[in-house]
């Protein structure tokens, strides 16, 4: 069965790096689309990235555009997320999902249990 | 960047009643070429990652009851859970996948009346 766990989240000062890991397992995950999306607390859900089954391709939010990069290692089977500059709304549990299709336009069918980041001095 | 709203914010239906949200994308996610609307339900109850219901726009994902069902085209789209069962309770989202970003309605509660 398709697994996503998500690890690297905590408390991080802002201004300052994180880097978010997925391991994927029970797909072919070379084979599809990946995205990020993050959660408030108390708030709704907030798509943050995606990026395509090769990583030729990756689209943000305007939101943490030029501050965040997807990457992926198809190799090892791990999505990543690279945030930097980190601000205080930038606090919530992110997500990671496999969409339906290689270039995440089919839908998001599979979802890990989430991790925390929380920003604050 | 596409806009997604939903009606109401909140709903609570009776036990066996049918609850019907309402989602609306400020242009049309329908792709002339393969007749798609790339629009997906999601249900999250609290404490749990969201879970895919509908994908385009219409499309049951395996195992989902068939209580729930999606409608809609172009802008205009809606959730309807025919006989809504205790279980049901949760958030309920739209989102588009037609163009980055891939923007997320802001929810809508619905609980048991």
């Known amino acids: 069965q398709v697994q996503l766990v998500e690890s690297g989240g905590g408390v991080v000062q802002p201004g300052r790096s994180l880097r978010l890991s997925c391991a994927a397992s029970g797909f072919s995950f070379s084979s599809s689309g990946m995205h990020w999306v993050r959660q408030a607390p108390g708030k709704g859900l907030e798509w943050v990235a995606v990026?395509?089954?090769?990583?030729?391709?990756?689209y943000y939010a305007d939101s943490v555009k030029g501050r965040f990069t997807i990457s992926r290692d198809n190799s090892k089977n791990t999505l990543y997320l690279q945030m930097n500059s980190l601000r205080a709304e930038d606090t919530a549990v992110y997500y990671c999902a496999r969409d339906k299709d290689y270039g995440g336009k089919g839908g998001i069918d599979s979802w890990g249990q989430g991790t925390l980041v929380t920003v604050s001095s | 960047d596409i806009v997604m709203t939903q009606s109401p914010d909140s709903l609570a239906v009776s036990l066996g009643e049918r609850a019907t949200i309402n989602c609306k994308s400020s242009?049309?996610?329908?792709?002339?070429?393969?007749?798609?609307?790339?629009l997906g339900w999601y249900q999250q109850k609290p404490g749990q990652p969201p879970k895919l219901l509908i994908y385009?726009?219409?499309t049951r994902e395996s195992g989902v009851p068939d209580r729930f069902s999606g409608s809609g085209s172009g802008t205009d789209f809606t959730l309807t859970i025919s006989s809504l069962q205790a279980e049901d309770v949760a958030v309920y989202y739209c989102q588009q996948y037609y163009s980055t970003p891939f923007t997320f309605g802001p929810g809508t509660k619905v609980d048991i009346k």
């Open positions: 990026i395509w089954y090769d990583g030729s391709n990756k």
């Open positions: 385009w726009a219409s």
């Open positions: 242009q049309s996610v329908l792709y002339s070429s393969n007749n798609k609307n790339y």
